[in-house]
């Protein structure tokens, strides 16, 4: 896999609304990665508070840095299907706009890829509470979150994660994963265009999954900074 001419390694699909107070962090996050071929796309979804200021500053400081204004707000599967149809990566992740990247998630990411090749490669996440958060909940969310798989073909991770007996299954969440890019901008175009308000990840992966054939797992890359308990996207 290699970079063909200026084109981007990997877009990061930013979906936002009313997160002008936590956008800037999320952004910066990108800015200070160790690996510098990527392109973000922030869909800003008619917020009414100052996230399109926020979101514009950052475009004019960083070209990489892309920014669609939603005249109305669509929720956040129409966001990321905004997001998704513009970019141009090899590889595509979802990053919301309340979280944040460990400095090094993209560079070690890229090694995973060049090594595996998979379809999805799923990484790890740290939790971080916020607004008074249960640390028990967080904790367990994040055991949970990070839990060893094997490498899966299409019926496996489908199957353990969508009609395992256990509560929860297999993570679905889209975020804290990557998607080879020709088959995520092909999965979201088959989506729906209603708006969803429950379930958008464990809809937005089963069809994912569906249409890919190897998922690969390196939880020990504990890239993704989820603030749960701040409840913005």
Known sequence: MTMIDNMPFFSIVIPC????EYLSECLESIIAQDFDQWEAIVINDASTDGSLAVASRFSAQDGRIRVLDKTMNEGLHLARKSGTALSRGEYIL???SDDAFEKTTLHKIYSEIEQSNPD????GLICKEQNGMDDHA???FETWANADSPESSQEELLTSTFTSKSEYGRDWHVTHKAFRGDICRKAFSSM???RL???EDSYE?????SMSEHESSNTRIRGYIYNIGRGVT
């Open 17 to 20: 609304y009313n997160s002008e």
């Open 94 to 96: 979802f990053l919301d």
């Open 120 to 123: 999805i490669l799923r990484f």
């Open 138 to 140: 967080a904790r367990e």
């Open 192 to 194: 729906t265009t209603s």
């Open 197 to 199: 308000e429950r379930a």
């Open 205 to 209: 992966f089963l069809v994912l999954a």
